[in-house]
């Protein structure tokens, strides 16, 4: 359907989703968000899907903020409730069985940022922006800005972008490990998609046991963090692959992965 606001095409593996709206850079409104909820609870239940990439329609914009058209409908109620949503939606993505790679092929502002920052990976390209810039609009970052970002850059720099709201470049974000890579617009999409495809072939069971590993013991004391590591370690030594990773190591061959 030419006019849908997300486009979700599953190719070889990898589920590759398209903000659709390029008429308003990309905004997220109430509509998109229910269409976010709806693809990713069809990709939870895909098995066959390894890797998620996301990506916004157009050259301008992965997703240049919320839609302010919407926001200056929000009242105290509708702010909490629309929050709320976008939170536990960003909490979803976050926590996804697999990888989700953000393309980012111009402004991740406000929502956007967010959204970029509930991925696993951010390749950027070198027309990417980025920005907290909700305090300019008399309000502060609701779908987990203050949060993530905190927990991605630093304290400081978090503090530096949500209260001045001013925007960093792709290089600037790759400096401060809010980007993961920085190349060439043209040739975006074929990073990302090169990433997926290393990732497709390392077994899938320890990628899902890394990447919670790593989610869970971001929000865990060290104690707690280790002892949840320990366990995903003696889960991953359970599997077919972990025994046939170490066969193919001491054998001198390539591994036949089968995803269990």
């Known amino acids: 359907m030419p006019n849908e606001i997300l486009l979700c095409e599953i190719k070889d593996q990898v589920a590759y989703l398209t903000v659709n709206r390029p008429e308003v850079r990309n905004a997220m409104n109430n509509a998109l968000v229910g269409e976010f909820e709806r693809t990713i609870g069809a990709i939870e239940s895909d098995k066959d899907v390894r890797v998620v990439i996301i990506t916004g329609a157009g050259d301008k914009a992965f997703m240049s903020g919320a839609d ?17 949503q976008r939170q536990e ?5 976050e926590n996804l069985d697999v990888p989700v790679i953000a393309a980012i092929n ?4 406000g929502a956007g940022l967010e959204l970029a920052l509930a991925c696993t ?16 609009l008399g309000i502060i970052p609701g779908g987990g800005g203050t949060q993530r970002l905190a927990r991605t850059v630093g304290r400081t720099k978090a503090m530096e972008m949500v209260l001045l709201g001013d925007m960093i470049d792709a290089q ?7 980007a993961n890579k920085v190349v060439p617009v043209d040739v975006l999409m074929g990073e990302a998609t090169s990433w997926a495809e290393k990732i497709k072939a390392l077994p899938k069971l320890a990628v899902q046991y890394a990447k919670e590993a790593l989610n869970r013991g971001a929000n865990l004391g060290l104690d707690q963090g280790l002892a949840h590591e320990s366990y995903l370690f003696a889960l991953a030594c359970s599997t077919e692959d972990k025994k046939e990773g170490v066969a193919a190591f001491l054998e001198k061959r390539q591994p036949k992965f089968v995803g269990r």
Do not use: P
């Open 68 to 84: 302010i058209k919407e926001l200056a409908e929000r009242d105290i109620v509708l702010g909490r409730e629309h929050t709320r």
């Open 89 to 93: 939606l960003y909490d979803r993505i």
């Open 106 to 109: 111009g402004y991740a502002i």
């Open 121 to 136: 990976f951010r390749i950027a390209s070198e027309n990417a922006r980025f920005a907290a810039s909700e305090v300019k």
């Open 172 to 178: 600037e974000a790759y400096r401060v490990g809010l």
